[in-house]
């Protein structure tokens, strides 16, 4: 039995309550300061208002006040927040979580340096934490996991990736239930790295539908299931790659937090949704300023931070300026408002 | 230009038909003795009755028995029977075709010998045409293809794999358009490998819905997609290393020929609709017999052919017991009517 304090109440913190607290772990669900109506939902009817769902009796709900109590003595701090909030929870961290916890994250993406030089949010976190980063351990969770299928017990397949093995295995034992099964892997970087990356093509799956939207063929006899795989494998090339630039073992690509996390992420969400726009012909600032004005796009924002990295290391000479066709067209679509024209002829290592 | 003549005349050999016509090849569609019925109606009035679209004009239709007339002079034969009819393709063709000619084949698919020993199905085609087989070039398409989807001309992606690079640029050049787009590779193994194996796995993408549909929540707020992502995982995983068993490069799996193609075949198709059924419970005896009796069903087939391989394989230490676990259940699933209760602990090189 562990202690498992959650920050962050969206709903893939909220879902993974489940698993933990059906186990008999002690699990605290910590809401940030922009979660305060759902923990004033949870606390006062048990219902999580956005995933639908009722959360477990078990599971104590705080309001971001009470933090420091819901975090003191925990065996494993989960930072639960998504990817804009990355800067603000290692600051949290800093000062909530004490030696010996194990900082559990979930949320995916890579920032980068002025000049292009990427890292893993796990880093980012570090970094805020000062001292303290080295002497808590740390470990991610990664693969596919759509949050509302895990709350309602789906059979969903994961990797708990960190630094040490031992971790690693004290965490999957204490989540692991005849639902949700666990990997581990020490393989930190490149899982991390896999689980930006396929945010990132995931984006490119809205793509096809919009097309058909906007010539009126939504209903047409044949669909463009060919578009979309061919970006699926270019996407998957491309993780690969970044994989592997990173350190990373290129094996990621081909299992559960990498072509598997493409997939689930590829069959919905609202990254596939501004995905469909851009298909229909919207402009992208269109989308982001207008139609989806507030909505977080994890895939979008991912896009802005590798699209922009991969420039700047090429002008480097870091990058091949052939390398990550895909990733460059989709930077082009959502920073310079460029109408959506695959270039076929670049991916797959040039058409030849 | 070149003189294309195509045997078989289902859905997808005739897409074919499409981008080779407009580019100003000469092309024959030579149907077999079961396509009687579609060569009547695209010589009565262009429509393919399968395919429910026109073919091209240019396009010349023969009935079998003008085969010998359509073929001889031709640059490329096309052997577009499915996986069933490969036998008699290569007993035809030994008679059919002449030196110089290059042998294009578009259907997926392994065969095995007593002792497990697995061929791509080109092997096959030669070994039933005899001294000829090595004065014909040999050459095969693989990759995202949804053959409507090819012939209303919606972008797809393809690899033209073969032996001789010479050979592969000529048809790559003849077929080329503005919406396919055609790479090439000498791994021809490799790409056969995976175009099999793609198959058996998208077998696997219909039981989450027929899971759902039994247990009444066919519209439930959460669906099952990490199940069958997980699945997607593992298949890629699996495709992966049976494409480097055989010899070829483990680079397929990550491209068009492997997880590409293993995503278009899985988003529908006669496969997954034989998968959907084993989802809501019913036994695969009976699917085979009553409720698909007749339905070509080329993934199920790969799986009888590779699952029984691997069966054999292991029995003679050629393959460890613990690999290709999905296969070995989906096997069990197709030749032993066992229930559907995958074995997910054993996926990913083992829960660990």
Redesign the interface.
Known sequence: MLRIAVLGAGVMATALTFPAVENGNEVSLIGTHLDDEIIDSIQATREHPVL??RVDERVKAYHFADAAKAIEGADVVMSGVNSFGVNWAGEQLASLATPGQTILCITKGMQADEDGTLHILPEVLKKRMGDLADKVHWAAIV????A?????H????VVFCGEQQEILDRLAKAYRTDYY????STDFVGHEVGACMKNIFAFGGGFAAGMLEKAGQAD???????????L???G??E??QMVTFMGGDPEV????G????M??TT??GRNVRAGTYVGAGVPFSQIRNVTMKGITLEGVAAIDVVGEAIEKLTQRGVVAKDDYPLVRALYDIVAHDAPLD?P??K???G??
């Open positions: 639908k769902l693969g596919p996991s759509i509302g299928e895990l709350a309602v789906r059979d969903t397949c099964h666990v990997w581990t047409a006899q044949y669909a463009m299931y060919d578009y979309t795989a061919a699926f494998g270019e998957a090339r993780l690969k690509a081909t299992g559960l990498g072509v598997g996390d997939f689930v069959m919905g695959l076929w002829k991916f797959f290592g058409e030849k």
